[in-house]
């Protein structure tokens, strides 16, 4: 199982970018990264995934290094909605979540 | 399309009693994932059925046990409940092809089990 690390928390201001880094020492050959969104008393979402290099969506970017061993997810402009909790997960088969990165988004 | 949906959406039983939990995956998908999230934590993955069978489990006893259907829905059982089993139960559902997951997970918003 691709085990994760992140920040437990992140403060930002309205309008500023966001970067969430995840490290993934032993991430397998097939696969992919992925990052989930939460809010309280909901299930997660899918924000985005990647295999290598550089991803980007209408919401997100997921920039990944050549060695695969970490991720950076990047919220441009973030807003008060974007306060939640953001998970990083990295296995094709067993889907192990981390604590996640609570990210609070002040005015 | 139709996303997953859970029910019930909170249930309250007492320790000892079982419980069963139900989750509708959405269209095209023919995987079901179930989780445990305790508050303030991340979730912890239960199982996962695919093609009717069990197809990975996590740390979880033999007294969590599920059920997928033909139609990809599918059930969590949980007997003799003990209080930690208190927490938000999420089903997601997905789309496997050959031996790669071939879509993200598409979460349902949850049961919460209280268990008292």
């Known amino acids: 199982l691709a085990k994760t690390t992140q920040p437990i928390s992140m403060d930002s201001y309205e309008g500023q970018e966001v970067n969430i880094t995840c490290s993934h020492n032993?991430?397998?050959?097939?696969?992919?990264i992925t990052w989930y969104q939460q809010f309280p008393s909901q299930g997660p979402r899918f924000i985005i995934q990647?295999?290598?290099t550089k991803v980007t969506n209408e919401v997100a970017s997921l920039f990944i290094p050549a060695d695969r061993k970490s991720s950076t997810l990047s919220l441009p402009r973030v807003s008060l909605s974007d306060t939640a909790v953001y998970y990083c997960l990295g296995s094709a088969r067993q889907l192990t979540f981390g604590s996640g990165t609570q990210l609070t988004v002040l005015p | 399309e139709t996303g997953v949906t859970q029910s019930p959406t909170h249930l309250i039983k007492t320790r000892g009693q079982q419980v069963t939990l139900r989750c509708s995956s959405q269209s095209g998908h023919n995987t079901v994932s179930w989780y445990q999230q305790a508050l303030g934590q991340g979730p912890q993955f239960i199982f996962q059925y695919y093609r009717e069978e069990e197809n990975g489990r996590g740390n979880f006893p033999p007294r969590f046990s599920g059920l997928q259907f033909p139609n990809y829905s599918s059930e969590l059982n949980v007997n003799a409940l003990e209080l930690d089993d208190s927490a938000l139960y999420l089903c997601a559902s997905s789309l496997w092809v050959g031996s790669a997951l071939g879509s993200p997970l598409h979460f349902g918003n949850g049961t919460r089990l209280t268990v008292t």
């Open positions: 032993n991430i397998a050959t097939n696969d992919y």
């Open positions: 990647g295999y290598k």
